[in-house]
């Protein structure tokens, strides 16, 4: 494995040097190239022991071990080493130019992806202009220079120490006024609400009823097929595919027809509205789906004569190119998704969602209160963080801290909302700790967490700060109503008690796919009532929930009863996966601990973002 690594690194830090960019209109002589391809070559091929020094220390942290016990940390020879290396490439990048390194890593990389046959080159160009520039450039800018770097991964001893805010004693300060005042007992026969909680719908404007489901693009099913091999092979049919595809207008309408029936009293909508086709989509799309949506919720969603509350979470993808959020130059965003949901707000909610992407508001004449919060700040994969001076993140989460304050003194309730889950691989470590620090202290408060992003079926459950046996609340974590990736598209409606806001119980909505594309017909079905599937009295008995052994059938929800799930269901590394993200809520170093992973590329690249690159959070 360790080979294979070295050999990809090597090969990608090569790609650097193979052709010249055709974006930047950079230039590069013929003569300069073969020097460059030589220098970086020489450097990397030459340093192959670092790497392996750089893969230890990861594996290091996968254990719980104390630093002082690194034996790699300071060592004069590595620091020398890393030194020299983070010099070289940093000099590297002086002589030839960012848009030059950038130029040629795009062009070598997707020249490869095409000829694998796995991403056409215009979607993989496409990709890396959203993505991969916005990484090199604020890696580059922070971390390759003579000491940072190595003083980041840890072979050199840090020259001038920073000061960092350590969450557990931010936790001990905010758990000493802790109320402990246990909840009221819900009355079986009490009047009960029905909230209903859509996410990630992403709606595709260009999807074909008989197009492809096969093509080099992220997403498929935009164009016919040219040369259908048999009269067997699958095409997209009325209401999508599970595959890699999102939904057309079809499917939704046919979503808001089943999901009016159930008679919602509220609505959560947490976000991502547009398909995943970055490498070919604007700001403005992102813009015009949203308003399409919106009025057509508004148009099927209506209770006496008005309008059923809405209540809507920005999502990583309502930004474009996704994620890439400057926390201090993205003003233009807010101020439109603003107007776009006005009507959906309060006038001081509007505001503070105008400013800064989060908002507060009671829920009509109730002691209900919505908090929704703006998941871009404290975002794993928003790389603009890694230069952020973290002010914005820190201010939202004062903010949250603050509004929850004054929500206990008025005995109000509240529920959070947040696109990402408040534990995984996609949120900062930094916001995951702070959040499970205040989930802990406002426990009476706060009556529930709703999520969605991961594209799957999970209920979280939040433990205590100090006391990961005692659980203080849920994060609801809703599956997709997209097809993407190889899902069956999903709602889901929350039983609430009117009088306490506690949610009750659950209904999971899920359409059969193969039957409804047979027919030409839209067959909703109920997938599962929560309460039957964990098999408790309600989904307020949290160590019942923590106890639940069916895992096949977690596995089975997960992936919301697609095709997949039937043979993912019966993965134990699976299984054991979902166990870990069900009861490890303070963060991804939590999984870790409970998952004890295999030493796998996508799970190193969530480790490394949010402990070395985003790193803790300053003084």
């Not at 086709?277 to 700001?283: H, R």
């Not at 507060?360 to 794993?380: A, G, Q």
Request: include cysteine; charge should be neutral.
């Amino acid at each position: 494995m360790k080979k294979q690594l070295y050999q990809l690194i090597l090969f990608i830090l090569l790609t650097l040097s193979n052709s010249k960019n055709l974006f930047f209109q950079w230039r590069i002589t013929d003569i300069e190239k073969v020097q460059l391809d030589k220098e970086l070559r020489e450097l990397f091929e030459s340093n192959t022991d670092l790497y392996e020094m750089i893969i230890e220390k990861y594996k290091i942290r996968y254990q719980p071990k104390d630093d002082s016990d690194d034996p790699l940390l300071g060592q004069h020879s590595t620091c020398d080493k890393c030194i020299s290396f983070s010099s070289s490439l940093n000099n590297i990048r002086l002589t030839y130019g960012f848009q030059a390194i950038y130029s040629n890593l795009k062009t070598g990389a997707c020249t490869l992806l095409n000829m694998l046959n796995i991403l056409d080159d215009k979607a993989c160009k496409g990709l890396i202009d959203s993505y991969i520039h916005v990484f090199v450039e604020n890696f580059f800018s922070k971390f390759v220079n003579n000491h940072f770097f190595c003083e980041k991964f840890e072979l050199c001893k840090p020259s001038t120490p920073k000061k960092y805010l350590n969450p557990d004693t931010y936790a001990k300060e905010l758990l000493r006024d802790k109320i402990r005042k246990g909840r009221e007992e819900v009355d079986p026969s009490g009047r009960k609400l029905k909230m209903l909680h859509v996410t990630d719908i992403h709606y595709d404007p260009y999807y074909k009823e008989g197009g492809s489901p096969k093509c080099k693009l992220p997403i498929c099913c935009r164009v016919m097929p040219t040369n259908k091999e048999s009269e067997n092979d699958e095409v997209c049919g009325k209401f999508g595919y599970d595959g890699s595809t999102d939904i057309g207008e079809d499917l939704f309408n046919s979503f808001l027809d089943d999901a009016v029936q159930r008679q919602p009293d509220l609505i959560l909508w947490t976000g991502d509205n547009i398909p995943h086709d970055s490498y070919d989509s604007s700001q403005d799309e992102v813009y015009e789906i949203s308003r399409k949506l919106r009025d057509k919720f508004n148009d099927k969603f209506r209770k006496n004569g008005k309008k059923i509350p809405i209540y809507y979470s920005i999502g990583n993808h309502e930004k474009y190119p996704n994620d890439d959020y400057k926390d201090t130059n993205d003003q233009a965003l807010l101020s439109n998704l603003a107007e776009i949901y006005k009507e959906y707000l309060s006038e001081e909610a509007y505001n503070t969602f105008k400013n800064y992407g989060y908002y507060s508001m009671r829920h009509e004449d109730t002691n209900l209160r919505i908090i929704s919060l703006n998941c871009l700040l404290c975002d794993n994969f928003n790389f603009n963080l890694m230069n952020s001076t973290q002010v914005k993140t820190k201010e939202m989460l004062s903010w949250l801290e603050n509004e929850l304050k004054k929500a206990e003194s008025n005995n109000e309730f509240v529920y959070i909302l947040n696109h990402f889950p408040i534990n995984g691989e996609f949120t900062w470590t930094e916001c995951s700790k702070r959040f499970q620090a205040l989930f802990d202290r406002f426990e009476y408060t706060v009556r529930g967490v709703f999520s969605g992003h991961t594209h799957r079926d999970d209920t979280v459950l939040v433990s205590a700060y100090f006391n990961n046996k005692k659980y203080t609340n849920i994060n609801f974590v809703a599956p997709q109503l997209t097809t993407y990736k190889d899902k069956y598209p999903s709602y889901r409606v929350y039983i609430v008690d009117e009088r306490t806001k506690l949610i009750t119980n659950y209904e999971q909505y899920r359409i059969d796919l193969e039957k409804s594309n047979m027919n030409k017909i839209a067959y909703w079905n109920l997938g599962y009532i929560a309460s039957d599937f964990y098999k408790v009295s309600n989904m307020l008995d949290y160590d019942s929930l923590a106890r639940f052994k069916d895992m096949s059938g977690y596995v089975y929800n997960q992936y919301s009863g697609s095709r997949v799930a039937m043979k993912y269901k019966y993965s134990e590394d699976l299984k054991k996966y979902a166990k870990c993200v069900m009861t490890s809520c303070g963060g991804i170093d939590e999984i870790f601990k409970c998952y004890n992973p295999p030493f796998g590329l996508k799970m190193i690249y969530a480790h490394i973002m949010t402990d070395f690159l985003l790193g803790p959070f300053e003084e």
